[in-house]
């Protein structure tokens, strides 16, 4: 079992960026493929981004791609998502997801997940 704490959540102006953390309980946390995901309102859960477990191969949705980075710390079983240039259009609850070895960009490649965190920007 893993769980992931997901903090940085927040309101913000457009234009403007916050940085999201995502801290994972295991040890094994070096060998999981991460990948950030959100919910905007009155839509399905949507993929972000993702990064395998040596952050050497990143993938991102076109919405977001260009503005967001996702990166890992190994050491401090954290991963994290900078959004900068945020849109009206970012506000969503974002949720951490790990799977094992492996890449995956649906939601049902991910077994472990997050409770998520509020990001919501304003025009």
């Known amino acids: 079992q893993v769980q992931l704490v997901e903090s940085g959540g927040g309101l913000v102006q457009a234009g403007g960026s916050l940085r999201l953390s995502c801290a994972a309980s295991?040890?094994?946390?070096?060998?999981?493929?991460m990948g950030w995901f959100r919910r905007a309102p009155g839509k399905e859960r949507v993929f972000v981004a993702a990064?395998?477990?040596?952050?050497?191969?990143?993938d991102y949705s076109d919405s977001v791609k260009g503005r967001f980075t996702i990166s890992r710390d190994n050491a401090k079983n954290t991963v994290y998502l900078q959004m900068n240039s945020l849109k009206p259009e970012d506000t969503a609850v974002y949720y951490c997801?790990?799977?094992?070895?492996?890449?995956?960009?649906?939601?049902?490649?991910?077994?472990?997940w997050g409770q998520g965190t509020q990001v919501t920007v304003s025009s």
């Open positions: 997801a790990s799977r094992g070895a492996g890449w995956g960009v649906r939601t049902n490649d991910y077994p472990y």
């Open positions: 295991r040890v094994a946390f070096g060998i999981f493929t």
């Open positions: 990064i395998t477990s040596n952050g050497r191969t990143t």
